[in-house]
């Protein structure tokens, strides 16, 4: 694919990665930090490299056999220009399963060889990466009694500690709580040291930290095993410091402790003292880290491309081999729908940050996962929290130092799950069986939803319990699914289940402890008499559960027996899951899953309170080059956020149903849906075409009653043009496949009501309706029938000062002209555009009503100035004919043209762009495709039982283990033992024997189609494996029958 980005890490162009970095005055109190802090921002650059591309091939071969097969395929193309990069690096010695080539001229051609070529699995354009890290003073902290608070943005005042009372909100939930100091040692807040104190330290354990690498007699590390630089400087130290910080957490065994002291360090050094990186030195650093039998994996950095194939494969192969990856969720909070990559895959930990406060950390990344959309629901994520704010570790000079971030949440739990490791028996370490010991035994946080804590914080002490006594089961994530349980069931729980709805979606992930590989071989459905029957669950699920994981996507709809029904219905849905044993010979083990179900159903809303977004006509990075709406946003410039009501249109919908509004998603074409059922439809920042059919759909259903609600963005082909990059993978300019919005479509769609939106784009500030507002790269209303309502603000033409060289920003100012815009426009679209408030119900006109506005920022999460108001004033406008005052005053004079209201062109499509490739409704040729048919997976059969009323809470009660009373051979432990202090200085481990070392190496990969399928999707987009294989590279040990 042409858009193939660096292993889906980081975006084109900027992405400011957050930390807090704490410079320690030591005062002598163990109990309290006094530190001046500096926020670190990283900001990382990624372009693709020129003429050099990764061929990924089928299998792991010789470097002498990966040469040949290249040879052979360009000789037979004609190409004679070309050359294998090589490679120095440690993993030369092993077979590979890629290579990479520099290609001179006839690049396409030679591309298409190459692709052609049996043994080749893909073609990718190699990648650099750079990172640049800047200090920025935040505050000072002069008193000793500085206490922690949380995310730290303004100035603190010194209190004394049994004063410091506040009070803490978290949607929703209030509470009154002592704010802790900030620990000395993290170690002991988790209670590492009751682990220490039985002879668990990390022994025999293997972890690699990928990161900026580690210097050899650095005073804090005693057990670093290997080494690696993967960059070409020769150099394995640690010039950055932030390797050495994150193998601090993981394993120092001096001052600032990490978790594990005795385990064995495997320091991969991936990034140069410049901070630069390439795709390639990480999948040769994968491949040997599988070749040398890691056990954890820490990986502190992340990125929104998911659809990076070559690396999302390697992630998947590293699991299979029982390398249990963890990863940082990202640092992109508090918006929604901001998780990076691998933290999202099912098969990877992936871990958010809170504050010793307890409160989820404002920078850390919240769900729900993107690769679902449009047709289905993300799954829940982070899988666990732990704390990332103020933790301290080692710093490269020998001393101490505190960071915040989620990249320190990571190595948290991986230096947790080094000391849990050891201290267990290996046969009950996989990575799922280490994931579910994390999810069942995490403590919940009170007010925060799944999609921030996922399943709560860790709890090292119950999971250490957990894996010694654990026995091989499969389970679920989430174990439930209560859609009237607020505030953990966020969304779900803010809007009942009625009948005619759009489906609702959850998406469950199986964590298959009983082995690698399996597949579910039935699900059925059993509804609670008397009213459960009342609800239908239709389902949709992976074929084969690899590696270690599957997913479930459960579809609920109310039938038209419950129509009038008011009250709570339950329910289960049993899932047979049935797993290989680890040479996949034979089918060795099957279990029953029990998912209890509980949802309320309400009578059908009227239709004026039932509101319809489309999400089926949004598209977004990864997969295509789809940019920003504001073009001010050079640091993020890709629209990566799924443009969802609960993921970056989060606020907007809560305000929705504030309002009492009913918002049900569109995942499918118009022409599937009964808009009869519906007051308005809402179009925000569209990015796909519509099928002819729809079009005729719409104006047949706004003839008869609904409404249309429309928020626009930018959109100029000269302008597009001047955010353009070179893809050596295709050798053409690519620029974005739509500006902010795909206007020229919307266009087409609005011709029917004589509307049309222009080709200038403006910005500026203004005032509407007593409100301050802010225009972030909008467009305009080119054209509008005289009888229609405007409203004009006097705005900055941006487009022409991008075009001409100028900056981005255009704030309203002394020496900046501004431009009188028509930027809201209200119709009635079969009548006069009038105040209907005072009109009896026979006068009001059946047809319904337009709103456009040309800028949809103001609607997004995080908005500086959100227009929420706005759009509940065109609601009332359009669903019940009443202007609201605020726009009545606003409105300018009607004498104006029907065209041309301000000079400017219609938008023309952009030329030589590749929208056909990630659009839902063009084909190649630019034309529409055929018609998608509305068919929904079958409701599954019932089979009703009867069944007590379930508790008042669904989640399973999981006791927490006292420390006291855990021992390696049982026992009680002393208070001694318990008593940090007794344990903060670490001592070398007793035990006489290390755990047992991992059996044979196994490469276990699938063979599959180039395509994913995520969960909850339609099934166009398949990734079905198709059977189970094993891959061993050609020097590793073979595999006996009875080997593990």
């Not at 579910?436 to 399943?455: D, K, S, V, Y």
């Not at 179900?597 to 295509?624: C, E, M, N």
């Not at 990630?918 to 019932?942: H, I, N, Q």
């Amino acid at each position: 694919m042409g858009l193939t980005h660096f292993m889906y890490l980081f975006l084109v162009g900027w992405i400011t990665s957050t930390l807090f970095i704490k410079a320690e005055k030591h005062d002598g109190n163990d109990l309290c930090n006094s530190t001046t802090a500096e926020r670190v921002e990283y900001e990382f650059t990624t372009d693709i490299v020129r003429s050099e591309h990764i061929i990924t091939f089928n299998g792991y071969y010789t470097k002498t056999s990966r040469e040949n097969y290249i040879a052979a395929a360009l000789r037979n193309a004609g190409i004679t220009n070309w050359t294998v990069l090589q490679r120095v690096n440690p993993a030369n010695e092993f077979p590979s399963d890629f290579e990479v080539v520099v290609l001179n001229d006839n690049g396409r051609v030679a591309l298409d060889a190459l692709k052609d070529h049996p043994a080749v699995r893909r073609v990718t354009a190699q990648r650099q990466v750079q990172r640049t890290i800047k200090y920025i003073k935040e505050d000072d902290c002069d008193n000793p009694g500085c206490l922690y608070g949380g995310w730290r943005n303004n100035r603190h005042r010194s209190r004394s500690l049994h004063s410091s009372r506040k009070t803490q909100n978290n949607d929703g939930y209030s509470s009154r709580k002592l704010l802790r100091t900030v620990p000395r040692q993290i170690t002991s807040v988790l209670k590492a040291d009751v682990l220490w104190s039985l002879g668990v330290t990390g022994e025999g354990i293997k972890v690699a930290v990928f990161d900026t690498g580690l210097s050899r007699n650095h005073p804090h590390f005693g057990r670093i095993r290997e080494r690696t630089d993967w960059t070409g400087e020769k150099t394995l130290d640690d010039a950055l410091g932030h390797g050495t910080f994150v193998a601090g957490v993981i394993a120092s065994k001096a001052d600032c402790l990490g978790f594990a002291p005795d385990a064995e360090l495997h320091i991969f050094r991936v990034f140069t003292d410049n901070q630069v990186s390439y795709t390639s030195w990480f999948l040769d650093a994968f491949n040997y880290a599988i070749m040398k039998k890691i056990d954890v994996l820490n990986l502190s950095i992340g990125g929104p491309d998911f659809m990076d194939h070559p690396f999302v494969d390697k992630v998947w192969e590293l699991t299979a081999n029982k390398v249990i990856m963890v990863s940082a969720i990202g640092n992109d909070g508090p918006l929604y729908g901001t998780l990076n990559n691998p933290a999202d895959q099912m098969d990877v930990i992936g871990v958010g940050g809170i504050g010793f406060d307890d409160r989820i950390a404002k920078f850390s990344s919240r769900g729900m996962t993107t690769w679902e959309l449009p047709h289905g629901y993300g799954r829940m994520k982070p899988d666990i929290v732990t704390y990332g704010s103020g933790v301290r570790g080692s710093s490269v000079n020998g001393g101490c130092r505190s960071l915040s971030g989620t990249s320190v949440a990571s190595p948290v739990v991986a230096g947790a799950i080094a000391l849990l490791a050891s201290g267990v028996p290996r046969q009950n370490l996989t990575p799922a069986s280490v994931k579910q010991a994390l999810c069942i035994t995490a403590r919940r946080l009170q007010g925060p939803n799944m999609f921030e804590q996922g399943h709560g914080k860790l709890d090292l002490i119950s999971a250490y319990q957990f894996l010694r006594e654990y026995v091989p089961q499969a389970s679920l994530s989430p174990p439930y699914i209560d859609l009237t349980e607020c505030q953990y069931m966020w969304p779900y729980c803010t809007q009942p289940l009625y009948y005619s709805a759009q489906p609702t979606i959850a998406n469950v992930t199986i964590i298959n402890g009983l082995g690698v590989a399996g597949d579910v071989k039935q699900v059925s459905w059993h509804p609670h008499l008397p009213n459960g029957p009342m609800l239908s669950v239709s389902v949709d699920y992976i074929d084969i559960i690899w590696p270690y994981s599957g997913w479930l996507a459960l579809r609920f709809n109310v039938l038209e027996s419950g129509a009038d029904f008011d009250g709570v219905v339950e329910g289960h849905v049993n899932i047979t899951v049935e797993s290989f044993d680890e040479s996949f010979r034979q089918k060795t083990r099957n279990t029953t899953l029990m998912l209890p179900i509980r949802a309320r159903i309400i009578p059908v809303p009227v239709r004026s309170r039932r509101l319809l977004w489309d999400q089926f006509h949004s598209l977004r990075y990864p997969g295509g080059y789809f940019p920003r709406d504001d073009l001010r946003a050079k640091h993020d410039p890709l629209d990566w956020h799924a443009d969802h009501i609960h993921t970056n249109f989060r606020d907007m919908y809560r305000r929705l149903r504030e309002h009492g509004y009913y918002v049900e998603v569109m995942g499918s074409p118009l022409t599937c849906i009964n808009t009869s059922l519906y007051g308005a439809l809402m179009l925000v920042d569209p990015e796909d075409e519509y099928f002819p059919e729809e079009m005729a759909a719409l104006k047949k259903a706004v003839d008869t009653g609904l409404s249309l609600i429309v928020f626009a963005d930018w959109y100029n082909a000269s302008l597009l043009r001047h955010v353009k990059f070179y893809d050596e993978n295709t050798r053409q300019w690519w620029i974005p496949e739509t500006g902010g919005s795909n206007v020229p479509a919307l266009n087409d769609l609005l011709s029917i009501f004589q509307v049309a939106l222009g080709d200038r784009v403006f910005e500026g500030t203004f005032k509407l309706g007593g409100h301050a507002m802010y225009y972030a790269s909008g467009t305009h209303i080119h054209s509008f029938p005289e009888h229609g309502v405007l409203v004009n603000a006097r705005l900055v033409d941006q487009g022409q000062q991008i075009m001409s060289g100028g900056k981005a920003s255009g704030h309203s100012g002394a020496n900046v002209p501004t431009v009188d815009v028509p930027i809201l426009g209200l119709l009635q679209t079969d009548g006069e555009t009038k105040d209907y408030a005072n009109d009896t119900m026979d006068k009001i006109p059946k047809a319904g009503r337009l709103v456009v506005y040309g800028d949809s920022s103001c609607l997004e999460s995080g908005s500086a100035r959100p227009c929420h108001w706005l759009l509940l004033a065109a609601l009332q406008y359009a669903l019940g004919g009443h202007v609201p005052s605020s726009l009545q005053d606003a409105a300018a004079s009607r004498q104006h043209r029907d065209v041309h209201i301000i000079p400017s062109e219609l938008p023309r499509r952009s030329e030589g762009g590749r929208l056909h490739a990630y659009s839902r409704v063009l084909s190649a040729d630019g034309a529409a495709r055929p018609l998608p048919a509305c068919a929904a997976p079958a409701a599954l059969p019932a089979a009703p039982v009867h069944a007590p009323p379930a508790a008042r809470t669904l989640a399973p009660k999981h006791q927490p283990t006292d420390p006291r009373t855990i021992g390696m051979y049982g026992g009680k432990l002393s208070d001694h033992a318990l008593d940090p202090r007794s344990a903060a200085a670490w001592k070398p481990s007793r035990r006489a024997t290390s755990p047992p070392t991992p059996g044979p190496l196994v490469h276990q990969k699938l063979k599959v189609q180039s395509r994913l399928r995520v969960p909850g999707e339609a099934p166009v987009l398949l990734r079905r494996p198709t059977a189970p294989t094993t891959k061993v590279p050609p020097s590793a040990p073979k595999p006996s029958p009875s080997s593990p």
